[in-house]
């Protein structure tokens, strides 16, 4: 409907346009700079006049997103069902923008201005999306540590160009409009594009520098959490930032029911749950690095004795190794990155307490008992020994009962005298 209705109204302005051409030598089917960029005005000024021509340029801005999104998609090489909704959240964010500013009531001219100021606004939100395609992409990549270069190109290139869009759409911008609310709200969602772009970019490189020495890297987990954080608290920031941006273009520019309620909707999921997200994860990292550094650590000789790997990682203990209240030992990064999920042992499921005093009975991965340095009369030996020991003398108390039942049945049918027949008179 509405490219049918476009194509009509085009026809009919290039006929008009023709029709009072006073240049002979201008070819019938070219028309001059001037007139062609008084055509698209006039064209986009009409296609957004009502709700319903909004709701038809929304529906071809959702094609358009969507094979966008289908093409990057296939250019990074992802499969990820969940990334091909760029054609469903372009022409909601684009609709409610519509709604929110009041776009098919405005002049014309109001209109033309407005409608850019909102298509920036969407362009930079089709960029995050983006982002958000990417980065699960990268990160897949450095962990896996391929090292095939046709694989890691698209996915660069395109963290690139998400890195240099926003800065070019800024120095733009800033060139040809003065400072105001919109404009800051387009430099701040372009700043934090960009420090989102080389949040990923660093985390890439670290899972990188990893799989390039092949060693494990006790610290990398830290890092990537510090360089997370760090992203994390600048987009929570950027996020107050915009919610005060947009509480005083309500207040004093534009206050309409659908911004108060968008701005609702944003302190909610932009601000509320952020902060409580964050600082859960932070609490539950504090516990589990708190809980790691309460347990017993083994290291030179006593860690060469245990001669085994990791239950987590299948890795050797090459420096330390940490032994759980149920006596089963893992390197400290594997079981702390394994208690920021849950807090039981991987082996046996028990609790990993801090206050948990050391079962005896327990074994653990290799039914070996560390010694205790501090127990000089404690003999370094294998756990199962004394459990092979225990079963040998009950092995041998089960033989000697057996014997002793055998014997007793033997003497009691020794004892007992046999029954004359019925014939023995």
């Not at 346009?17 to 070819?27: G, N, Q, R, V, Y």
């Not at 360089?227 to 929570?236: A, H, L, M, Q, T």
Request: charged share 20%; proline share 4%; aromatic share 12%.
């Amino acid at each position: 409907f509405w490219l049918s209705r476009l194509a009509i109204q085009a026809a009919m302005l290039l006929y008009v346009i023709k029709a009072t051409e006073t240049d002979p030598s201008m070819k019938f089917y070219a028309i001059s700079w001037d007139n062609f960029w008084e055509l698209l005005c006039s064209l986009i000024i009409s296609g957004c006049d009502s709700t319903l021509t909004v709701l038809g340029m929304s529906a071809v801005i959702s094609s358009v997103a969507h094979y966008l999104g289908l093409g990057i998609l296939a250019f990074i090489g992802s499969t990820d069902e969940d990334d091909r909704r760029l054609g469903f959240v372009a022409p909601v964010l684009f609709f409610i923008l519509a709604l929110q500013t009041g776009l098919s009531g405005l002049k014309p001219e109001e209109r033309l201005v407005r409608l850019s100021r909102n298509m920036c606004l969407l362009l930079t939100a089709v960029l995050l999306f983006i982002l958000g395609m990417t980065d699960p992409v990268l990160m897949s990549l450095s962990a896996s540590h391929v090292s095939s270069l046709r694989r890691h190109f698209p996915v660069l290139f395109v963290s690139a160009c998400l890195f240099l869009l926003p800065i070019l759409l800024s120095y733009v911008l800033w060139h040809h409009y003065a400072l105001n609310t919109w404009l800051f709200a387009v430099t701040a969602f372009c700043v934090e594009l960009c420090l989102k772009v080389i949040v990923s970019i660093t985390v890439y490189v670290l899972f990188m520098i990893d799989g390039y020495y092949n060693v494990l890297w006790e610290k990398l987990d830290d890092y990537v959490y510090y360089v997370r954080s760090s992203g994390n608290i600048i987009e929570f920031i950027f996020g107050v930032i915009m919610f005060g941006n947009g509480a005083y273009t309500m207040v004093f520019e534009s206050g309409s029911k659908i911004r108060a309620c968008m701005m609702c909707l944003h302190a909610y999921f932009n601000i509320y749950l952020q902060a409580k997200n964050g600082w859960k994860t932070f609490i539950n990292r504090r516990m589990a690095v708190k809980k790691i550094n309460s347990l017993p650590e083994v290291k030179g000789e006593r860690l060469q004795d245990i001669d085994d790997v990791c239950a987590i990682c299948y890795h050797e203990f090459t420096t330390s190794a940490r032994i759980t209240p149920c006596n089963h030992y893992f390197h400290a990064l594997c079981l702390r990155k394994w208690l920021y999920i849950q807090e039981t042992c991987p082996m046996c499921h028990q609790k990993v307490d801090i206050d948990e005093k050391e079962n005896p009975n327990l074994s653990n991965n290799n039914a070996f008992v560390v010694p205790d340095e501090n127990d000089p009369d404690e003999n370094p030996a294998w756990g199962g020994g004394g459990g092979e020991a225990a079963a040998a003398e009950e092995l041998n108390d089960e033989s000697t009962e057996s014997e002793e039942e055998t014997e007793s049945s033997t003497q009691s049918s020794a004892t007992v005298p046999e029954q004359p027949s019925e014939h023995q008179s």
